[in-house]
């Protein structure tokens, strides 16, 4: 069972628009949530994170927005440049555990 | 900083051969995590251990796989014996239990299991 979704497995945006990517969880003990970047050959790295006690967490071109009721967040990336072009995974965990769950992740093709 | 190391970056195998897959993570890290990513599953959590004691190993697919963390610096994924349905990439990666929430990955072992 799939605790953390992403239900799209690719998105194609033009190069100067946004980037919207989705991410749902079924935990309700979650509260730390965390985005990571991935070329191909390369390692997850990661890109920005928040805290159930936010709603919302901006990093330059790179925001995360929390829905706790809705059990969903999102990272917009403002402008989308041909370099965020990778796969994008979001994970969550629970205070006191160092145990992160990981999305199947979405693609993302910026299209210059 | 190094970052997180492990070895094989490729491995190409037999089926029913043993697979031992390498890791050090960074210096100064006392959590340390094995991930397998698939096309379908994404990234799952293996298993993952705290000061070189294992905490969670319901990820562990089945009996023929094993995790070792010997000491801080080192740790091992074992498959045996091993089947084509193993052919993933395996990740390792590290952070440290205090003070840090986001986990550093290493480049991990592509395997392929023919």
């Known amino acids: 069972d799939q605790q953390v979704k992403q239900n799209s497995p690719s998105l194609s945006v033009q190069e100067g628009r946004i980037s919207i990517l989705n991410c749902d969880y079924t935990?309700?003990?979650?509260?730390?949530f965390l985005w990571y970047k991935k070329y191909p050959a390369e390692g997850p790295t990661f890109l920005i994170s928040i805290s159930s006690i936010k709603d919302k967490n901006e990093d330059g071109r790179f925001t995360v927005f929390l829905n706790k009721s809705a059990k969903h967040l999102s990272l917009h990336i403002v402008p989308s440049q041909p370099g965020d072009s990778a796969v994008y995974f979001c994970?969550?965990?629970?205070?006191?555990?160092?145990?992160?769950?990981f999305g199947t992740g979405t693609r993302l093709k910026v299209l210059a | 900083d190094a970052g997180v190391i492990q070895s094989p970056r490729h491995e190409v195998t037999e089926m029913g051969q043993e697979v031992t897959l390498r890791c050090k993570p960074i210096s100064g890290h006392n959590s340390l995590f094995w991930y397998r990513q698939t096309m379908m599953r994404g990234l799952e959590l293996l298993i993952y251990f705290n000061n070189n004691v294992p905490i969670d190993d319901s990820g562990m697919p089945e009996d023929r796989f094993s995790a070792k963390m010997p000491n801080a610096s080192f740790s091992t994924l074992k498959i045996q014996p091993s089947e084509p349905r193993d052919s993933a990439v395996y990740f390792c990666?590290?952070?440290?239990?205090?003070?840090?929430?986001?986990?550093?990955f290493g480049s991990g072992t592509r395997l392929t299991v023919v």
């Open positions: 990666a590290s952070s440290r239990s205090i003070g840090a929430r986001a986990v550093t």
């Open positions: 994970a969550a965990s629970t205070s006191g555990t160092y145990k992160y769950i």
């Open positions: 935990n309700s003990m979650f509260d730390y």
